[in-house]
């Protein structure tokens, strides 16, 4: 859907699922680095945060963005946004017993919001796009 969209608004959308993103084969191959290619290459990064954590995304593409200056747009699942606002508004910490993955995510949307002070939107998928996530 997001590709759909920004392709009617004339932009070409970079994403791995769909192969869309730099692939450089040269000398000591990491994916580290076609990461930081693509994003060098773009003129805005959407972020989205789902349902899991992803490590390159966090760590290597996000600082990138920073370092670079590159504009950027931060989008989480509604219903993955309002479980992280709900343990934040309950508890002090994150409970150990979580999932390991939704530690993750909810330690990444509080980096995002208090330290680098970044917007997160959260968003919705049509109940014709729930079926396919």
Known sequence: MFEKVANEMGFMPFNYLSGNIY??????NK?????????????????VINE?????TW???????ITTGKNFIVMCLRETYEHYRYIKNK???????LPENDKLIFKQIDFLESMHQTTVVPFELRASLKSQY
């Not at 692939?23 to 000591?28: C, V």
């Not at 508890?91 to 017993?97: G, L, R, S, Y």
């Open 23 to 28: 692939y450089h084969n040269y000398g000591q």
């Open 31 to 47: 994916w580290v680095d076609n990461s930081k290619s693509t994003v060098n290459d773009v003129d805005i990064l959407v972020f």
């Open 52 to 56: 899991s954590h992803g490590e390159i």
């Open 59 to 65: 760590k290597t593409e996000y600082n990138e963005a």
């Open 91 to 97: 508890f002090i910490k994150i409970p150990d017993e």
